[in-house]
C-alpha cells in the first residue's frame, strides 16, 4: 500500500507527463503521417481519412495531439532553464511548474480557437 508511505508531488508528476507526452507526439507523427499519406492517394482516401479526423474521436484525439504538443513544448523551455542551473529551488520549481500547466492550457485552448474561429 503506496499511499500513507508516499505522496506523488508535482515536480514528479510533470516529469512523468512529459514522458507520456513523448509518446503520444510519436503515436500522433503516425496520424500525421497517415493524413499526408491520405492527401497523395487522392480524394477518396482523404475523404476517408477527413471523416474519421471529423468525428468526435478524431478531434477529441487532435485536441489531446496539440496539447501534448505544447505542454511538450513548454515543458521543454523550462528543461533549458534548469540546464543553466536556474529554478531548482522548490518554490521556483513549483511556480514554473503550474506556468507550464496554465500555458499548455491556454495556449491549446487559444490554438483551437484560432483555428475555429479564423
Known sequence: ?????????????????????GLA???GTVF????VTAAAAGPEAFGVFAGLAQSVIGKLLLVAYTWALLYHL?????HLFWDTGRGFD?????ASG????AAS???TASVWAFALLG
Open 105 to 107: 492550457l491556454v495556449l
Open 90 to 94: 522548490l518554490k521556483s520549481a513549483y
Open 74 to 78: 513548454c515543458n521543454g523551455i523550462r
Open 25 to 27: 507526439l510519436a503515436f
Open 1 to 21: 500500500m503506496i499511499g500513507p508511505y508516499y505522496r506523488a508531488q508535482l515536480t514528479s508528476m510533470l516529469s512523468i507527463t512529459h514522458r507520456l507526452t
Open 32 to 35: 500525421l503521417a497517415a493524413w
Open 98 to 101: 503550474y506556468t507550464v500547466v
